[in-house]
């Protein structure tokens, strides 16, 4: 099947500085990517949907200020997490569907453990 | 907005049972609906999913079964084996006509322990 990557796949930084994680198509293009975040123990909670060359839609409570998506070509998008706090730490999943493909299947990148300490 | 809700939490099994987990949406728009297995610290796999014109589907040991008047579906696991234990989430989405993808909304997970 299609492949999505992640990196970096762990990344600790500390309170105060800001984290950029990128996702990427490797073997597709994706107009439409979509970035999760999942707590320990949690399910995976719809953050943002990113939209190539346009800006990102954002989920109800999440602050687009914060949390900062660029989708700048068809097989690169990326969240910035600016200002870190503890409460940040989660494990970070982008998605996106192959639109070649004749199934709705969703792809998930490897996630992204983030640690601010 | 949509809103799954996903039952049990928890599942424990004897080796050769049966697993069964439910989910309940509230969106009628909804269409699809993908069920995951995700294993400690990795991504979601997709193990099965269903659209809305579509009664029950099965794939070996698997299958999922949705009911759309009530807006509940269902994953049924046979002759579960002890690497079937992981957290199981089903989700909803509606796809529209743009082949970007949608939105996926996950239920709350099943944690499945399947023992030998």
């Keep these: 099947g299609a492949v999505v990557s992640q990196h970096p796949s762990r990344v600790i930084c500390k309170s105060g500085t800001s984290v950029k994680i990128e996702c990427r198509s490797l073997d597709f293009q994706a107009t439409t990517m979509f970035w999760y975040r999942q707590f320990p123990k949690q399910s995976l909670m719809l953050m943002a949907t990113s939209n190539e060359g346009s800006k990102a839609t954002y989920e109800q409570g999440v602050e687009k200020d914060k949390f900062l998506i660029n989708h700048a070509s068809l097989t690169l998008s990326t969240l910035t997490v600016t200002s870190a706090h503890p409460e940040d730490s989660s494990f970070y999943i982008c998605s996106a569907r192959d639109p070649r493909g004749w199934t709705y299947e969703q792809y998930f990148g490897p996630g992204t453990r983030l640690t601010v300490t | ?116």
Excluded: M
């Design chain 2, 1 to 116: 907005g949509e809103n799954v809700e996903q039952h049990p939490s928890t599942l424990s099994v004897q080796e050769g049972d049966s697993a069964v987990i439910k989910c309940t949406y509230s969106d009628s728009a909804s269409n699809y609906f993908p069920w995951y297995k995700q294993e400690l610290g990795k991504r979601p796999q997709l193990i099965i999913d269903i659209r809305s014109n579509v009664g029950e589907k099965k794939d070996q040991r698997i299958a999922v079964t949705l009911n759309k008047t009530a807006k509940h579906f269902s994953l049924h696991i046979t002759e579960t084996q002890p690497e079937d234990s992981a957290v199981y989430f089903c989700a909803a989405s509606t796809l529209r006509a743009e082949t970007s993808g949608s939105r996926l909304t996950f239920g709350e997970g099943t944690q499945l322990t399947v023992n030998p």
